[in-house]
């Protein structure tokens, strides 16, 4: 009985130093691949792994399916299965002038009750791939690219690996936890590790990568989630539909952020379409120094009550455009 009681107080001793290196790993992770503030080593980082690994490995059947260690816990699959988004996963449809956006202004004013006051967010336009996080009390369960905007294949295996996305929903203490979220944002590819990635295969003799949009779309689209996980991916989160989403757009963001999310820290609320337009001026000049690559600007209006009046044409909201810069130019000598 006493050697009983000893082994119990061991395994208790061990499960709870297990589950308080996991909630400082997640901080950790969140510091680092959300913040970009990180305020340990790397080699401290693989010490506490380490020794989760081990306590994990003496209890297999007390590991939580959100322990960092099973971020990469899929096998490879022969295809990806189909799944139906809780709500339509639209596109967006796209302007290229000052004119084409005062137009969209009109369009939306004209849509709305006379005299309604309308605000708008303005987000960078990442150059990425777009995806459907469903959490359940706090867990991610499912993970869906667009597709065709009502069915997108099922990622959930390889978007674990993203380690900017959370595997549990960093709620504040004393905030509720939602009994069903759906997360909408961008998988996209730093442009670091675009070039890391195509500098590798370069070595290989491999084709490389034209852009970090197919770069990202690719290797989000991995069989194997060990591939996946290797590429550096990242993830913004741009919008929330559904029993999470707030009165206001730019809440839902504010909200994303405080459950753990990576949000653009670039985003912001204008009053009207001259701010709109002088936004996207200023974000031109400001976005070539980003890690990551942009085309362009979207502008949202920031009233959920207003985007539900204004509704959606069979393929895009009325609520919401994106205004594309004119593509890069520069003169090349040809030499042979």
Not at 130 to 148: H, M, W
Not at 304 to 326: E, N
Request: hydrophobic share 35%; net charge negative.
């Amino acid at each position: 009985m006493a050697e009983m009681d000893l082994f119990a107080d061991e395994r208790a001793a061990d499960l709870a130093e297990a589950d308080k290196l996991r909630r400082e790993i997640r901080h950790n992770e969140y510091l680092y691949y959300v913040l970009d503030a990180p305020e340990i080593t790397d080699a401290e980082y693989d010490r506490m792994m380490v020794r989760l690994r081990e306590l994990e490995a003496r209890y297999p059947d007390s590991i939580p399916a959100d322990s960092p260690t099973q971020r990469v816990g899929g096998r490879a699959s022969s295809q990806f299965t189909e799944v139906r988004h809780l709500e339509p996963l639209l596109s967006l449809g796209n302007v290229f002038s000052a004119e084409e956006l005062r137009a969209f202004d009109e369009r939306v004013r004209s849509g709305l009750p006379a005299g309604s006051k309308v605000e708008y967010v303005m987000e960078p336009k990442i150059d990425g791939l777009a995806c459907s996080l469903i959490y359940e009390n706090g867990k991610l369960v499912r993970a869906a690219t667009r597709g065709d905007g009502v069915v997108g294949e099922n990622v959930t295996a390889n978007v674990r690996t993203i380690r900017s996305i959370p595997l549990t929903l960093k709620v504040p203490e004393g905030e509720a936890v939602p009994e069903l979220l759906d997360v909408r944002g961008e998988v996209y590819m730093p442009r670091q590790a675009f070039m890391r990635l195509n500098e590798q295969r370069a070595e290989r003799g491999e084709s490389e990568f034209a852009n970090p949009r197919n770069a990202a779309a690719g290797s989000l689209r991995q069989l194997d989630p060990q591939v996946t996980a290797s590429r550096s991916l990242s993830f913004f989160a741009y919008y929330l539909v559904g029993e999470g989403a707030q009165p206001k757009h730019s809440e839902s963001l504010a909200l994303l952020a405080r459950y753990g999310f990576k949000v653009s820290e670039n985003y912001k609320v204008v009053e009207n379409i001259d701010e709109a337009i002088k936004y996207i001026g200023d974000f031109n000049e400001l976005r070539q120094g980003l890690s990551y690559d942009t085309d362009g600007a979207v502008i949202k209006v920031n009233d959920v009550y207003q985007q539900r009046i204004l509704g959606a044409t069979g393929k895009d909201p009325r609520w919401a455009t994106a205004y594309k810069y004119p593509p890069e130019q520069a003169e090349t000598t040809l030499e042979d």
